[in-house]
Each structure stands twice: as structure tokens, then as C-alpha cells.
């Protein structure tokens, strides 16, 4: 990894951690996990079909472009195999927006049965999870970050790994000592899912336990972590030792919330309509009285010298989680963009700083995602 040292590894190559301006830390380009037409559970990464590039090209790169005027370069996609894109299309995608894609490898969450596609105990988890050791799951992440992806030239310039609930399954414990072991061998990041109360805590405990330097560690989804002026001493806590921690899913409330107006925003979506975000609600009082504590708490941990701890995401894109492959059902109808546009002018309004800001966005990614 020399070549990259104190580079961002991205699907370009290695690139300087200036280069990437704004960065959004949690985006999804694509997860196609499961064929609802055929009942198939995706097990597999092949090269995309025509239709699928076709429509990535058409849905995905104007919006990408956009981001260069709100000062945005760069994202890192979230997406673990087998469910991502063929490496060579983000390449493709970085080549016709200019941005930089930061590719993850890794491994998801055990999901539960009932939930998103899940019909069957095999289908909890990516079956290669369950058949490998660990050494072998950590071989396998070190050569998809030192030599590339399915034989292409294209190589992962992070780490993903994922558990939900605070106790982790065994199969999720096998996944995050992999992960730390490949992640000191490379010296890429280590970026996660983890949206419970408690759950950061186990993954953090299991990978110091490893020997993983905090520092290279970002803990996803914790928006609700933050607001939450108890929890935020557990957080504190966990940054004075080197965590990082990421705020998504800043409109998902909303959505569920709002079930009459997003299920016939989700109907005509599909027949092609678009829908202006702001007039969805983000200056609702509802959402003001939701994300006005994640305001607040982003101001204390400020106060308390640890700003330099926070990143931002949206986690949105196209999946087919719980539907055929197109946008996040439960996200705003504008991936990427909407950050910039309805997100954080609602955040100013509340009261964030363009220090914070800047840091959350600039300063701390840059910090963060360069290989160490």
C-alpha cells in the first residue's frame, strides 16, 4: 500500500485528500441484492447488464454532477459484496461526473428473518460469510484493497462492516475481526452500519480489541445517538478515544412518518413524475422539532473539542431491498443532491455554524479517508 500511503484510494486510484472537497461519507450508487421478479437472493457480482448501466448513466451521473457546485467531489460508496456494481462502472460513472468514488469492501449485517428481502434462514447473510474463516475473509478483503476487484484494476479504499442489534450474532463477530485484521494490514478505513442504541459500543469494543487504531473508525447511522442528550456522554466517551461517528438517514422520519403522502410520492415516481423536496416537508415542525436536538448536540460536541470526530451522509441511491431496483423507497426522491439542497439549509436555519459544517463535511473526511 505504499503507493497509496496518505493518498484516498478511490476508483481512479489514489488521489490527494484536497482533491475531494465536500464528501458524503454513506451513499449507496447501488445494492441490488435480491430479484423480485424470479424470487433470487443475489449471491453473486457480475458485470451489469445493458439496462442496468443504461439507467445508472441516465439517473445517476446528473445528479452526481451536480454536487461540484455545492463544493462536493467526492462519496464514499457504502455498498459491500456481492451486492455492489461492477467495479468497472463506477470507474465509468467517476469518468463522466468527476467524482471521486470511494469503493468499499466488506460485509453486511445478519438481517432478520421478515425483514427487506429475507424469506429464508440462508438468505440472512451473504453465504460466503457463513462458509469462510476468518483468515480467509481477511485475505479476501486485503486483496480487493492491494490488487483489485475481480481482476480489474479498480480496488475497494475502505472497509464495510455491519450489526444492528448490541449483541452481535456470531457470524457478525467473525465479519468485524476480519475486518480489522485486513484493515491493519492496509490502511484503509473502517466505516459501519450501526443504528441501535449499544451497537456502537460492541463494534468499537471488538475492534480495539483487535488492535484497530479508533481514530481509522467511522461509526454509521448515529444521528439518533447524537440528539439524544443522555446517550451523547456514551459518544463523547468513544470520540475521546478516536471514534468517529456519522449522522444519515437526516429525512428518513419523515417519510415513515408522513405514510399518506409517501406512498403516492413512491406510486407516481415509479410512472416517471418528479417531486420538488422542499415542498416535502424538511421545514416542517415536526422535522424542525425531530432534528433541531441532532443541531444541538452537534454544537456540544463542538464545545467539548471533539467536532473533529463528526462526518456527514445521507445514505441514499438506488436499491432493491424490499422492491425492484430504483430509488430508496424510504429517502427523498433526489439521491445525493438533497443533502445540499433542503438538508443543510434546514440545518442553518437551526442554527449549525459554517465551522461545523466545513469540518463535518471537509475537514474531518479529508482527515479520515486518506490510507495510514
Not at 451521473?61 to 460508496?77: C, D, I, S
Not at 468499499?104 to 429464508?120: D, P
Not at 434546514?346 to 465551522?355: D, I, N, T, V, Y
Amino acid at each position: 500500500m505504499t503507493d497509496a500511503h496518505g493518498q484516498v484510494l478511490t476508483v481512479r486510484g489514489p488521489v490527494p485528500p484536497a482533491a475531494l472537497g465536500a464528501v458524503m461519507m454513506h451513499e449507496h450508487m447501488h445494492i441490488d441484492m435480491y430479484r423480485w421478479q424470479t424470487d433470487e437472493f443475489i449471491t453473486k457480482e457480475e458485470p451489469a447488464t445493458p439496462e442496468r448501466r443504461a439507467y445508472l448513466l441516465r439517473e445517476a451521473v446528473p445528479r452526481l454532477r451536480q454536487l461540484h457546485g455545492f463544493g462536493g467531489h467526492a462519496y464514499v460508496e457504502a455498498t459491500p459484496e456481492p451486492w455492489r456494481a461492477w467495479p468497472t462502472l463506477y470507474r465509468e460513472l467517476t469518468d463522466e461526473t468527476d467524482i471521486h468514488i470511494i469503493l468499499c469492501c466488506g460485509f453486511y449485517r445478519e438481517v432478520e428473518i421478515g425483514t427487506y428481502w429475507v424469506k429464508r434462514p440462508e438468505d440472512r447473510i451473504w453465504p460466503y460469510v457463513a462458509e469462510a474463516s476468518i483468515e480467509e475473509l481477511t485475505d479476501h478483503l486485503v486483496g480487493q484493497i492491494t490488487q483489485g476487484i475481480h481482476g480489474t484494476a479498480v480496488r475497494a479504499g475502505a472497509i464495510k462492516l455491519g450489526c444492528s442489534q448490541p449483541p452481535m450474532t456470531e457470524l457478525e463477530l467473525k465479519t468485524f475481526r476480519a475486518g480489522a485484521r485486513a484493515q491493519k494490514k492496509t490502511g484503509v478505513h473502517i466505516t459501519t452500519h450501526c443504528n441501535r442504541l449499544g451497537a456502537e459500543t460492541s463494534q468499537l469494543t471488538i475492534l480495539d480489541e483487535e488492535g484497530v487504531d479508533l481514530n481509522r473508525v467511522v461509526i454509521g447511522h448515529t444521528g439518533a445517538h447524537i440528539a439524544l442528550p443522555d446517550y451523547r456522554k456514551t459518544i463523547l466517551e468513544w470520540m475521546k478515544r478516536g471514534a468517529n461517528f456519522l449522522s444519515t438517514n437526516l429525512e428518513i422520519a419523515y417519510l415513515r412518518n408522513r405514510q399518506e403522502t409517501s406512498r403516492p410520492v413512491v406510486k407516481w415516481m415509479k410512472r416517471g413524475a418528479s417531486f420538488l423536496p422542499r415542498k416535502m416537508g424538511i421545514y416542517h415542525g415536526r422535522q424542525e422539532k425531530k432534528w433541531s436536538p441532532l443541531v444541538e448536540g452537534i454544537h456540544e460536541i463542538f464545545a467539548a473539542g471533539q467536532g473533529d470526530k463528526l462526518v456527514l451522509g445521507l445514505d441514499s441511491g438506488y436499491t432493491s431491498e424490499s422492491q425492484n431496483f430504483g430509488p430508496m423507497p424510504y429517502m427523498p426522491p433526489h439521491p445525493f443532491t438533497f443533502l445540499f439542497t433542503d438538508i443543510l439549509p434546514a440545518f442553518r436555519a437551526m442554527g449549525l455554524e459554517p465551522g461545523e459544517e466545513k469540518a463535518m463535511l471537509e475537514t474531518n473526511p479529508q482527515r479520515i479517508l486518506p490510507v495510514q
